[in-house]
T-cell receptor, first 112, second 116 residues
């Protein structure tokens, strides 16, 4: 996601299509990254993580890609389902800080 | 898997009163817990880091006398919003990190605070 404030960027996809959600981070000292899914009124739910010494990691239907050169992180969801509709946040662990820093988020809407 | 329980899930209080929110790690110990605040359609913003047995570390701009944090045990942290005002209405979320060193951060289900 890129914008902040009152409007989350929205990605709308058809059921069964693949989704790609992007995130730019700014701190080159970040060494650990996590993607979270947040449904309305709930806390963030862990999806997948990746360390800075990797550039790709795969899970079930999800893949995270990390490009440290341009400080870019992406989440790919294969065969997107209506249950994937939610807001997705990337989070980074900046070396030396204990807490996670969250990106601005992207709303994924899956059309049946 | 690791579970963090947050209570209450919703609370409505009158302006000027105080509200306490609890965050418990149910099946692991956490020397460090984190409190975030989330306004509608926005991201999670870190308020403070709660340290077991010592003072919390607050982020810039967060009033420590207004948002009291107590981390009295390895499984419980509390956030008390004192003298709440309508602008404190928000979604408060806690997170805990396992003492064992596992990098995972587990989040609670959040507390919707409405101050009227």
């Amino acid at each position: 996601g890129e914008s902040v404030g009152l409007h989350l960027p929205t990605l709308s996809v058809q059921e069964g299509d693949n989704s790609i959600i992007n995130c730019a981070y700014s701190n080159s000292a970040s060494d650990y990254f996590i993607w979270y899914k947040q449904e309305s009124g709930k806390g963030p739910q862990f999806i997948i993580d990746i360390r800075s010494n990797m550039d790709k990691r795969q899970g079930q239907r999800v893949t995270v890609l990390l490009n440290k050169t341009v400080k870019h992180l992406s989440l790919q969801i294969a065969a997107t389902q209506p249950g994937d509709s939610a807001v997705y946040f990337c989070a980074e662990n900046i070396m030396g800080r204990r807490a996670l820093t969250f990106g601005s988020g992207t709303r994924l809407q899956v059309q049946p | 898997g690791a579970v963090v329980s947050q209570h209450p899930s919703r609370v409505i209080c009158k302006s000027g009163t105080s509200v306490k929110i609890e965050c418990r790690s149910l099946d692991f110990q956490a020397t460090t817990m984190f409190w975030y605040r989330q306004f509608p359609k926005q991201s999670l913003m870190l308020m403070a880091t709660s340290n077991e047995g010592s003072k919390a570390t607050y982020e810039q701009g967060v009033e420590k006398d207004k948002f009291l944090i107590n981390h009295a045990s390895l499984t419980l942290s509390t956030l008390t919003v004192t003298s709440a005002h309508p602008e404190d209405s928000s979604f408060y979320i806690c997170s805990a990190r396992n003492i064992s060193g596992f990098d995972g951060y587990t989040f609670g289900s959040g507390t919707r605070l409405t101050v009227v």
